[in-house]
């Protein structure tokens, strides 16, 4: 009963959905806005604020106004920053000592999707604890959150989201550090960095080759972004650039290309900076991945001497993890990458500057960034009508013949998707007749 209750609206990464369906209608976000500004306004008795990001999909214009007239009911007062990188958000939410922020966006989901995802005061996203206690308020009758019509929030529209947030981000880096003379293709997904990812890049002094910054509310991650990565190899070949840059639809994603056109994924990221920040004595303990995370990398940093630990699939259970062990590193293999010492969530234009800060010496991104031989890894995802498939008898059987048929010869992980309607099937091995061969065992009990 205590999972259906945690489960019931958000999930691995805030609350996500089809557009006015279920969960994600203006009826509903007026309810989350004014549970969770009754929820953090009760933990700070100074001036009451709550500050509104979003990407760029057409349904931000219906579930935006609900949300801010949610929490101008229950007494907070509201700033509205428009289109912005969901770290912004956070840092934001930070810096200007607000009570909450909260970030509308689907992340790499097509544009028919929405959702939102929480910030507290201190920039980090819940904890499934408080989650739970805003969901109590959501269901809650909720004419006595409703404040007195004298005290009812008022709401502001910020026009300098993107310049605060892109300073916060030059500040991390020496005054004198430029880009100039390098050749970048930048595809942002037709979202929330639209805007700062390719100005910040040629204020360094970069000749950007912008792809994916034309949105217009139906062509978020429309083949294009960190999940579809073929679209900056074929652009940086075309270009002869020095590297590609692909964020998702909020940019807490980052998947890179070498010049010679090879995809770079998240885990190899990790691997560069935990090597480079152990020589640097930057690194803080250790590195956190998930259990999605490559063997390969285990095992490479593992040769480096650097600790390596795994959480749940999410960022918001890396950042957790990392903190509970005073790492400052982590991440996952889709490109959710946090830099602790920086941000408390996942910044792929923040994880960028700092590839590319380790470029400027002249370095080729093939050579920095090839760091491990990954372990043949497969991903299938399984479109289900009911996620609870995978606790039937027949999917546990099926699970256990394959792992069986595995066994010492690479791992399985099959898991819910916490974002999307689908069962997500992964497996690694040297052996890709048995990867197929396993994965096939599974998906037919699931289908």
Known sequence: MKKLMKNKYFGTDGIRGTVNQGNITGEKFFKFGLASGTYFKNQKKTKQIAIIAKDTRLSGYTLEPALVSGLVSGGMHVYTLGPLPTNGLAMLTKSMKANMGIMITASHNPYHD?????????????????????????????????????????????EDGNDKYTKILKN??????????????????????YKAAPKLLKELGAKVISIGVKPNGLNINEKCGSTYPSKIKSAVKKHKAKIGIAFDGDADRVIMCDEKGKIIDGDQIIAMLARRWKSKKILKGGVVGTLMSNYGLEKFLSNEKIRFSRSKVGDRYVKEKMKMLNYNLGGEQSGHIILGKFATTGDGLLVALEVLFSLRKGKKASQLLKVFKPLPQTLENVEVNDKNVINKSKCKNAIKIANKLMGQKGRILVRKSGTEPKIRIMAESYDKSLILKCIKIIKSSIK
């Open 114 to 158: 929405n959702g939102l995802k929480l910030f507290g005061p201190d920039g980090m996203k819940l904890s499934d604890k408080i989650e739970k206690k805003i969901e109590k308020l959501i269901d809650a009758k909720n004419t006595k959150q409703l404040t007195n019509p004298k005290l009812l929030g008022r709401v502001k529209r910020l």
């Open 172 to 193: 991390n880096f020496p005054s004198n550090f430029h880009l100039k003379g390098t050749k970048i293709v930048l595809d942002c997904a037709n979202g929330a960095s």
